[in-house]
């Protein structure tokens, strides 16, 4: 089962630029997560938000969450080569499980 | 530092063969998954489990089988390989706690059926 959906599906900004990945979902959540998958390996979590959060921030990362609207932005700012990669949200609607999104491809051009 | 491992980073098999994979974890932690990647799909649970010889059926568990003997140790069993079994397969673990649940991912392994 689907639960998180994330927009755009690829993005390809200039380097120092902020990028902004977004995530919905469709059912009440535990809390959302952020993972991040370099080309061809294994996610690497980034930053966790709980469903009583609002905003957190983490280094350069910035994450958003609005429970009325279930939807999770997450900000990465002044973009480096080495965050070319692609971000999956995840949800935790069950305990300990979680259901991961379709992922954003982001590509920074030196 | 946290590390989750797996047998191989790379997999070719032929059509009918046993295959397993196998993931070791040395965190001491509970809860361990097995995903199988797709372009488009995606990550997508196919077994996990909360505890030694405990297992749990993901979101497509059709043709596979999972074996936890050890807390440190979770295999993924394909019974009969198939070529639409062709995947990455990523294995992650995580403690019980709660709010603190975040998976640590193995780099995964690219199987291939022919």
């Known amino acids: 089962s689907q639960q998180g959906e994330e927009d755009p599906q690829a993005l390809s900004i200039q380097e120092g630029e902020n990028a902004t990945m977004n995530c919905s979902y469709k059912?009440?959540?535990?809390?959302l997560q952020w993972y991040r998958q370099n080309s061809g390996r294994g996610l690497v979590h980034l930053i966790l938000?709980?469903?009583?959060?609002r905003e957190k921030h983490s280094g350069r990362l910035r994450v958003t969450l609005d429970t009325s609207k279930k939807s999770s932005s997450l900000l990465i700012t002044a973009s480096r080569a080495a965050d070319t990669a692609s971000y999956f949200c995840?949800?935790?609607?069950?305990?300990?499980?979680?259901?991961f999104g379709q992922g954003t491809r982001l590509t920074i051009n030196p | 530092d946290v590390k989750v491992t797996q047998s191989s980073r790379y997999l070719v098999k032929r059509t009918g063969e046993k295959v397993f994979l196998e993931c070791v974890q040395d965190?001491?932690?509970?809860?361990m998954f097995w995903y199988r990647q797709d372009p488009g799909l995606g990550l997508r649970l196919i077994y996990f489990?909360?505890?030694?010889?405990?297992?749990e059926k993901g979101d497509i568990p059709e043709g596979y089988s999972v074996s936890r003997e050890k807390k440190e140790r979770f295999s993924l069993i394909l019974e009969s390989a198939s070529t639409n079994q062709t995947s990455m397969y990523l294995c992650?673990?995580?403690?019980?706690?709660?709010?603190?649940?975040?998976?640590?991912f193995g780099p995964g392994t690219r199987l291939t059926v022919t």
């Open positions: 992650a673990s995580s403690s019980h706690g709660t709010g603190s649940n975040e998976q640590y």
């Open positions: 059912t009440s959540i535990n809390n």
């Open positions: 938000i709980r469903s009583n959060e």
């Open positions: 995840a949800t935790e609607a069950a305990a300990q499980k979680l259901v």
């Open positions: 965190m001491d932690h509970e809860n």
């Open positions: 489990s909360y505890d030694v010889k405990m297992k």
